[in-house]
């Protein structure tokens, strides 16, 4: 497997300082300053962000799941590509994104569009993709 580069240990240091204060505010139940400080570390990663290695993947994840905390659509549709393209999945076939899109979109009431993410998870995986904590979508899965 080809690992992308690591970024320098300079910038790490930087992008690091800005993720401890975002989860500082997390932990003071500021959600949403929580996510303006780690959208403030996204812009610290050299473009092209999808080329290194951790931070794109991690925090496209968490802006996705974060934002599906807080309602707000537009920033889970947003950050959705991002999570394909740090992930390197432009055909949608990597189980973590994909579960990840399908877990945001079921728990913001598309309900629709999680089905069929699920469903394509069921065809790419088979019922092993519904293990552990994703068993209870199963059921979606495999619905007519």
């Given at each position: 497997?080809?690992?992308?580069?690591?970024?320098?240990?300079?910038i790490?240091?930087?992008?690091?300082?800005?993720?401890?204060?975002s989860?500082?505010?997390?932990?003071?139940?500021?959600?949403?300053?929580?996510?303006?400080?780690?959208?403030?570390?996204?812009g610290?990663?050299?473009?092209?962000?999808y080329?290194?290695?951790?931070?794109?993947?991690?925090?496209?994840?968490?802006f996705?799941?974060d934002?599906v905390?807080?309602?707000d659509?537009?920033?889970?549709?947003?950050?959705i590509?991002?999570?394909y393209a740090?992930?390197?999945?432009?055909?949608?076939?990597?189980?973590?994104?994909?579960?990840?899109?399908?877990?945001?979109?079921?728990?913001?009431?598309?309900?629709?569009?999680?089905?069929?993410?699920?469903?394509?998870?069921?065809?790419?995986?088979?019922?092993?993709?519904?293990?552990g904590?994703?068993?209870?979508?199963?059921?979606?899965?495999?619905a007519e």
């Open positions: 497997m080809n690992r992308k580069p690591q970024l320098s240990d300079a790490r240091t930087e992008i690091d300082a800005a993720l401890d204060r989860g500082e505010a997390y932990r003071a139940g500021q959600l949403r300053r929580s996510l303006e400080i780690a959208e403030e570390a996204w610290m990663i050299p473009a092209p962000a080329d290194w290695d951790y931070y794109a993947q991690s925090l496209s994840a968490d996705v799941r934002f905390e807080l309602g659509v537009g920033e889970v549709e947003k950050w590509p991002h999570l740090a992930y390197g999945d432009a055909e949608k076939t990597d189980h973590y994104t994909l579960m990840t899109e399908a877990e945001a979109r079921l728990q913001l009431g598309q309900r629709e569009p999680a089905i069929a993410l699920f469903k394509r998870i069921y065809n790419l995986f088979g019922p092993e993709g519904f293990c904590e994703h068993r209870q979508y199963l059921a979606l899965a495999e």
